[in-house]
């Protein structure tokens, strides 16, 4: 076990609507970075929070925005859903933002938007 | 845009045998190459990573061989086990940072 918690674990919107994942890092981690795994695909960087700013972001839309809050837990939200933001969302959590410190990953929240 | 271009997509290997999953990266700016396992219902975790400056890294029966010169790194899974069926993604990364590029994945099973 990782430690790193996601909820909920499945969830279902239509499309258009807004919603908003959560993660629970591993205590003492200040570097937490969200991906979109599609089905049947590698997962895909949206962006990393570290010391609760944003510190790196893929190419996703503004539509897809981050907090990340002191007590190590933090949120992905995502607005005006659509069909193709329907994947698995994963956090991973770190000691720092390096690649010196291993990113550890929660299960995930399956998201399919209708 | 593929960065990371991962084959197979699906693996069967007898107990015993060696699994091979290859990779091949674009961009020369990466210089981190790890390897993830996924099982069903889990995030991906971190198996074994190489960097460029050697070509070969050895963790129990997990071995990385790395090709600069072609930009081809693979894993190889020796005496595979059941217990190693699951999905393996190479990925890269560059810079230090932890923007991680993955690939499609490989489905590995094992029967016995």
């Known amino acids: 076990e990782t430690g790193v918690t996601q909820s909920p674990t499945h969830l279902i919107k239509t499309r258009g609507q807004q919603v908003t994942l959560r993660c629970s890092s591993q205590?003492?981690?200040?570097?937490v970075s969200w991906y979109q795994q599609a089905l049947g695909q590698g997962p895909q960087f949206i962006f990393q929070y570290y010391r609760e700013e944003e510190n790196g972001r893929g190419n996703f839309p503004p539509r897809f925005s981050g907090l990340q809050f002191p007590n190590y837990s933090s949120e992905l939200n995502v607005n005006a859903l659509e069909l193709d933001d329907s994947a698995l969302y994963l956090c991973a959590s770190s000691l720092g933002a390096s690649l010196n410190n291993e990113q550890f990953f929660g299960p995930g929240t399956r998201l399919t938007v209708l | 845009q593929q960065q990371v271009k991962q084959s197979p997509q699906s693996l069967i290997v007898q107990k015993g045998g060696i699994s091979i999953i290859n990779c091949a990266y674009e961009n020369t700016a990466f210089d981190y190459f790890p390897w993830y396992q996924q099982f069903p219902g889990k995030g991906p975790a971190l198996l074994i990573a190489i960097r460029p400056d050697v070509s070969e890294k050895k963790e129990g029966r997990f071995t990385i061989s790395f090709n600069k010169s072609a930009k081809q790194f693979s894993l190889h899974i020796m005496d595979s086990q059941p217990g190693d069926s699951a999905t393996y993604f190479c990925?890269?990364?560059?810079?230090?940072?932890?923007?991680?590029?993955f690939g499609i994945g490989t489905k590995l099973q094992v029967i016995p």
């Open positions: 990925a890269a990364s560059s810079g230090g940072y932890q923007k991680v590029t």
């Open positions: 205590s003492g981690h200040n570097t």
